[in-house]
T-cell receptor
Framework: ETGVTQSPTHLIKTRGQQVTLRCSSQSGHNTVSWYQQALGQGPQFIFQYYREEENGRGNFPPRFSGLQFPNYSSELNVNALELDDSALYLC??????????????FGSGTRLTVV | RKEVEQDPGPFNVPEGATVAFNCTYSNSASQSFFWYRQDCRKEPKLLMSVYSSGNEDGRFTAQLNRASQYISLLIRDSKLSDSATYLCVVNKGGRRALTFGSGTRLQVQP
């Protein structure tokens, strides 16, 4: 059973709309990352938060933004949705100071469909 | 060129077979290496970390060759439950992002 929970599990949005995806990390996991996984591809890094500040970003446009809260929950916001944004969005957390050396724990993801 | 390259497969093998997956990575600054397993429409789950000395976990053996920038995963005595996509993952260390390959699909047949 994963210690990272994401909501909603599925979502359908119309092109041009905005969406907010949520993630609740395991207690003590102060690093959270978001990934986008298109069908048939590996997950692609969107951005990472550490102690409520963004500390790394992949090759995604500014309309992808995020927040991390003191209770280790976080949000991914996507504005002006495009059809290509349809994907599985994964949240991953790691323990304090451990980073990827311990392997991240992934949530079960939010499957976003843009029509 | 992708930063992490894997043969997409699928690898179709009978139960009990031994199967090997390979992966190459292009960034010599990579410090941590993993194999993740992903079942259909599920999240990736850490299968094992990969160390230069090689490591084994039951039927699974992982190897890392830093000089060749090459990672492998060997599965012995394949089970039906091993059917999944296996993702090769590298990281530059610390709290940096994970870089995933596109995955290799394994189908173990009865």
């Amino acid at each position: 059973e994963t210690g990272v929970t994401q909501s909603p599990t599925h979502l359908i949005k119309t092109r041009g709309q905005q969406v907010t995806l949520r993630c609740s990390s395991q207690s003590g996991h102060n690093t959270v990352s978001w990934y986008q996984q298109a069908l048939g591809q590996g997950p692609q890094f969107i951005f990472q938060y550490y102690r409520e500040e963004e500390n790394g970003r992949g090759n995604f446009p500014p309309r992808f933004s995020g927040l991390q809260f003191p209770n280790y929950s976080s949000e991914l916001n996507v504005n002006a949705l495009e059809l290509d944004d349809s994907a599985l969005y994964l949240c991953a957390s790691s323990p304090t100071g451990g980073g990827a050396n311990y392997g991240y724990t992934f949530g079960s993801g939010t499957r976003l469909t843009v029509v | 060129r992708k930063e992490v390259e894997q043969d997409p497969g699928p690898f179709n093998v009978p139960e009990g077979a031994t199967v090997a997956f390979n992966c190459t990575y292009s960034n010599s600054a990579s410090q941590s290496f993993f194999w993740y397993r992903q079942d259909c429409r599920k999240e990736p789950k850490l299968l094992m970390s990969v160390y230069s000395s090689g490591n084994e976990d039951g039927r699974f053996t992982a190897q890392l060759n830093r000089a060749s920038q090459y990672i492998s995963l060997l599965i012995r005595d394949s089970k039906l439950s091993d059917s999944a996509t296996y993702l090769c993952v590298v990281n530059k260390g610390g709290r940096r992002a994970l870089t995933f390959g596109s995955g290799t699909r394994l189908q173990v047949q009865p």
